[in-house]
């Protein structure tokens, strides 16, 4: 039976920084994973910290929305068969270096801050994903 889902991606500043959007872009198009909408942005640290609140009581968190309103960042809606997990699997591992050969996080990942991507992990938080970015 078909699943076609949504899934919110992001290319994080890391990445964005050393010109790796299209090579991305580029996997996830190979992988069937359509790019349905893609802005690039820069957002505040506020807006991060409100981005990644499911984190706040973790010893990175402040850490982690310095990094992401560091610079700028594309966001995209992918949409194909089971995107969500099919998303999470061409990301790889949090950390590069547990991740997979020819994951996006092994290809391009510096280190579990610097992991160049994010993906939603969930149809709750993906709905929830998207929406911050996406709607009005
Ligand atoms: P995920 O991005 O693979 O879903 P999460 O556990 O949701 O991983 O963590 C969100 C982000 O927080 C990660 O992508 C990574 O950049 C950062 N992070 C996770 N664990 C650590 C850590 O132990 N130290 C520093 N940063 C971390
Ligand atoms: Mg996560």
Do not use: W
């Amino acid at each position: 039976m078909s699943n076609k889902e949504q899934t919110l991606s992001i290319i994080k500043p890391d990445a964005v920084e050393r010109d790796l959007i299209e090579e991305i872009k580029n996997i996830f198009i190979q992988n069937k994973l359509a790019i349905k909408d893609s802005k690039k942005i820069h957002i505040s640290k506020d807006e991060a910290a409100d981005f990644y609140k499911v984190h706040q009581s973790k010893p990175f968190y402040n850490d982690l929305c310095s990094y992401l309103s560091s610079g700028p960042i594309v966001v995209m809606i992918l949409e194909g068969e089971n995107a969500i997990s099919l998303n999470r699997k061409i990301m790889g591992a949090t950390d590069p270096k547990n991740a997979d050969e020819n994951t996006i996080r092994k290809l391009y990942g510096i280190s579990i801050d610097k992991n160049s991507v994010h993906g939603s992990d969930s149809q709750t938080n993906a709905k929830k994903e998207i929406d911050f970015f996406f709607k009005n």
